[in-house]
T-cell receptor, first 112, second 115 residues
Framework: QQQVKQSPQSLIVQKGGIPIINCAYE??????FPWYQQFPGKGPALLIA?????SEKKEGRFTISFNKSAKQFSLHIMDSQPGDSATYFC???????????FGAGTTVTVRA | ETGVTQSPTHLIKTRGQQVTLRCSSQ?????VSWYQQALGQGPQFIFQ???????GRGNFPPRFSGLQFPNYSSELNVNALELDDSALYLC??????????????FGNGTRLTVT
């Protein structure tokens, strides 16, 4: 049973475009929602995380939007660059245990 | 600050064999979690170790077992390997103090191929 559903599976944008990745969760006990970036041959690296008491969080060119009532959250990559080409994973857990449930991943390709 | 290191980076085993994967946690971290990432999928939680004891387990059979040592390093053992065990095995460490934990930091994984 997949607790976090992620879409799309892949997307391609031009440099400067805004890739948007969406995730939905079922478990209302989740209260920690991180996004990870993974390059080929590397482990996932934490990009940005949000807790359900805020609806939006920005760090640099990365923005998370969170809709608690819909149990959905999304990642926007502003002014995307070819170096942002990677696989992005959303995840969720209870804050006190960090046992993450991951989405299936979205492969983002940014064309120069 | 030393990050999470895993060894070996690649491993090939035959079905039915046993394998041990190793992980050194990031400096200052006291909790280790293991994840399995099949090709093209998101990581799946295997188990977490805190204070040398298993502290939560995902939907994996008992032939997946682990250890955490006093220096917070960890091992993942898999017995009776099956073809479906072929995956990238990721170790992640964090600092837990009281009931508050820090975000996970992942290593680069061990790529296990079972033939």
């Amino acid at each position: 049973q997949q607790q976090v559903k992620q879409s799309p599976q892949s997307l391609i944008v031009q440099k400067g475009g805004i890739p948007i990745i969406n995730c939905a969760y079922e478990n209302t006990a989740f209260d920690y929602f991180p996004w990870y970036q993974q390059f080929p041959g590397k482990g996932p690296a934490l990009l940005i995380a949000i807790r359900p008491d805020v609806s939006e969080k920005k760090e640099g060119r990365f923005t998370i939007s969170f809709n608690k009532s819909a149990k959905q959250f999304s990642l926007h990559i502003m002014d995307s660059q070819p170096g942002d080409s990677a696989t992005y994973f959303c995840a969720a857990s209870k804050q006190d245990d960090y046992k993450l449930s991951f989405g299936a991943g979205t492969t983002v390709t940014v064309r120069a | 600050e030393t990050g999470v290191t895993q060894s070996p980076t690649h491993l090939i085993k035959t079905r039915g064999q046993q394998v041990t994967l190793r992980c050194s946690s990031q400096s200052g971290h006291n909790t280790v979690s293991w994840y399995q990432q099949a090709l093209g999928q998101g990581p799946q939680f295997i188990f977490q170790y805190y204070r040398e004891e298993e502290n939560g387990r995902g939907n994996f059979p008992p032939r997946f077992s682990g250890l955490q040592f006093p220096n917070y390093s960890s091992e993942l053992n898999v017995n009776a390997l099956e073809l479906d065990d072929s995956a990238l095995y990721l170790c992640a460490s964090s600092l837990v103090s009281g009931h508050v934990g820090s975000p996970l930091h992942f290593g680069n994984g061990t790529r296990l191929t079972v033939t």
